[in-house]
């Protein structure tokens, strides 16, 4: 016997619906995300908030958001589907958090030892 299909439409209990997004969909995303990423070696951001306004996050194996997210905002707008108004700002303040995850991630990595992403390149 199968299982019997739902119709896909809004939880509309806020209680049944955190849940559904914390222990069944977010996990289940992530590691659909982190196999795509894996077995077809593509670069994949994911970027998700929760009901209650938490953030998740997924950045593919050898890049991380930032860089993932200029490619989509350098590319033109007829491939990416919609015109981006304000693309110097975007740009600018990508590069700013692109600098300062690097910074951050040099001061938490001990004098000889590889960061994870370098490890698995």
Do not use: W
């Amino acid at each position: 016997m199968g299982r019997v299909k739902l119709p896909i439409k809004k939880i509309e209990n806020l209680t049944n619906r955190q849940v559904t997004y914390s222990k069944r969909r977010r996990n289940g995303l992530l590691k659909k995300a982190y196999k795509m990423s894996i077995l077809c070696d593509i670069n994949m951001a994911l970027i998700m908030f929760s009901p209650s306004g938490r953030l998740s996050h997924f950045s593919g194996k050898k890049r991380i958001i930032e860089d993932i997210l200029l490619q989509y905002i350098n590319l033109p707008d007829k491939e990416r589907g919609c015109i981006i108004k304000n693309k110097q700002s975007l740009i600018c303040t990508l590069g700013k958090l692109q600098t300062e995850t690097e910074l951050t991630n040099a001061r938490i990595t001990p004098p000889g030892h590889k960061r994870q992403a370098e490890m698995q390149q």
